[in-house]
């Protein structure tokens, strides 16, 4: 089981972005996913998660401006970023808390993708 992250890139403060990410693999069930940041010196931070037939969570910096939203059907969770500042500059994770299936069942995983970078100019 994998995760695949995708849309980082340039944008300027004031424009849009969307980040993607999909779990691939022998997956069960994903309880839920969402985005970490570490921007240049600073510690990994939560930026939004969303729960399988449950509730978002957003970071206070990025409430009114970030929108996190899921296709469960193909296992993907999306990250719009809208009116991005210069401190929004940083390396995304994508994360999910997923049951993976087994010979004998399934078993919790904890994943991370690899970082997408997220560049905001002004």
């Known amino acids: 089981v994998q995760l695949q992250a995708f849309g980082g890139g340039l944008v300027q403060t004031g424009g849009s972005l969307r980040l993607s990410c999909s779990a691939s693999g022998s997956i069960r069930y994903i309880n839920k996913m969402g985005w970490y940041r570490q921007g240049p010196g600073k510690q990994r931070e939560l930026v939004a998660t969303?729960?399988?037939?449950?509730?978002?969570n957003y970071a206070d910096s990025v409430k009114g401006r970030f929108t996190i939203s899921g296709d469960n059907a193909k296992n993907t969770v999306y990250l719009q970023i809208d009116s991005p500042k210069d401190e929004d500059t940083a390396v995304y994770y994508c994360h999910a808390d997923l049951l993976v299936t087994t010979t004998y069942g399934a078993r919790r995983e904890i994943l991370w993708g690899r970082g997408t970078k997220v560049t905001v100019s002004s």
């Open positions: 969303i729960t399988t037939g449950g509730p978002t």
